[in-house]
T-cell receptor, first 115, second 109 residues
Framework: SAVISQKPSRDICQRGTSLTIQCQVDSQVTMMFWYRQQPGQSLTLIAT?????????ESGFVIDKFPISRPNLTFSTLTVSNMSPEDSSIYLC????????????FGEGSRLTVL | DAKTTQPPSMDCAEGRAANLPCNHSTISGNEYVYWYRQIHSQGPQYIIH???NNETNEMASLIITEDRKSSTLILPHATLRDTAVYYC??????????FGAGTRLTVKP
């Protein structure tokens, strides 16, 4: 199974600053996904990141707030810009592990606290 | 993608079977039923999926009704490590996964 490494695993940030979360996969994958999980809540899809094209954002998420890069088939970054306490969440990177089964594989997440 | 309805929480005794229901009455013919679980402080983990036939793997069994409007995930011999939030998702396979609220299963000794 794919191994996903996310950095940082957790961070505490000040209001108004930005943080970039990195997602490294140990094999080449076409589709990567970024999710947010607010405290006590389920996961919400932020965007889909395909290599070589701009990310596709879900309703309620915009590129200016959550810019995403996908420079190659094993790496992606998500930036949380101009942070506020409402951005305190776990951010998870996910990849399509098996296109036949549709199974997604998730990283352990990056826990972000904004003061 | 079709919406799912799950009970918010369930308890199960250790060693007994855990049966987690899911309603998906608006499921369309080409949508699969997926189950994931999330153990505290970890990323979600794939369990099983199916289209219309019952499925079994080393983790669980998935029973889908004939009309496909509901399904049940069965953990045959629940252990304390099975305590987690279980998500039932229906979607056309291959792309993103959209999570509902899930069922918080607590396995008790």
């Amino acid at each position: 199974s794919a191994v996903i490494s996310q950095k940082p695993s957790r961070d505490i940030c000040q209001r108004g600053t930005s943080l970039t979360i990195q997602c490294q996969v140990d094999s080449q994958v076409t589709m990567m996904f970024w999710y947010r999980q607010q405290p006590g809540q389920s996961l919400t899809l932020i965007a889909t990141a395909n290599q070589g094209s701009e990310a596709t954002y879900e309703s309620g998420f915009v590129i200016d707030k959550f810019p995403i890069s996908r420079p190659n088939l094993t790496f992606s970054t998500l930036t949380v810009s101009n942070m506020s306490p409402e951005d305190s969440s776990i951010y998870l990177c996910s990849v399509l592990r098996d296109s036949y089964t549709g199974e997604l594989f998730f990283g352990e997440g990056s826990r972000l606290t904004v003061l | 993608d079709a919406k799912t309805t799950q009970p918010p929480s369930m308890d199960c005794a250790e060693g007994r079977a855990a049966n987690l229901p899911c309603n998906h009455s608006t499921i369309s013919g080409n949508e699969y039923v997926y189950w994931y679980r999330q153990i505290h402080s970890q990323g979600p983990q794939y369990i099983i999926h199916g289209l219309k036939n019952n499925e079994t793997n080393e983790m669980a069994s998935l029973i889908i009704t004939e009309d496909r409007k509901s399904s049940t995930l069965i953990l045959p011999h629940a252990t304390l490590r099975d305590t987690a939030v279980y998500y039932c998702i229906v979607r056309v396979g291959g792309n993103d996964m959209r999570f509902g609220a899930g069922t918080r299963l607590t396995v008790k000794p």
